[in-house]
Nanobody, 124 residues
Framework: LVQLKESGGGSVQAGESLRLSCETS????????MAWFRQGPGKEREGVAG????????YYTDSVKGRFTISIDSAKNTVYLQMDNLKPEDTAMYYC?????????????????WGQGTQVTVSS
């Protein structure tokens, strides 16, 4: 089993930055890929950014390319999502997810473990 704990959400103005953290614990060696998803009010959950543990590949949904950066600090068992130039449409609950499998990074069904979420609110 793997446990995920997110932190770092909050309320900011458009154009500001936030860094989300996802600390993992448990059987971390079983994890092959991790991702951040978000779900805004009245919207479906969508993949925001993904990263493969064993190869330095990162992936982003088009709407956040150039503004968000996903990274891993293996020594701290933590995955980060640096979010710059935030926009009101980024407002959502953000979830960290981990997968034992390989597959399309943005496909939620591939992920075995999920955090409880952290709220990000961006006002104009």
């Amino acid at each position: 089993l793997v446990q995920l704990k997110e932190s770092g959400g909050g309320s900011v103005q458009a154009g500001e930055s936030l860094r989300l953290s996802c600390e993992t614990s448990g059987d971390n060696n079983s994890v092959n890929q991790m991702a951040w998803f978000r779900q805004g009010p009245g919207k479906e959950r969508e993949g925001v950014a993904g990263i493969y543990i064993h190869k330095p590949s990162t992936y982003y949904t088009d709407s956040v390319k150039g503004r968000f950066t996903i990274s891993i600090d293996s020594a701290k068992n933590t995955v980060y999502l640096q979010m710059d130039n935030l926009k009101p449409e980024d407002t959502a609950m953000y979830y960290c997810a981990a997968s034992r499998n390989g597959g399309s990074w943005s496909f939620a069904a591939f992920y075995n473990y999920w955090g409880q979420g952290t709220q990000v609110t961006v006002s104009s």
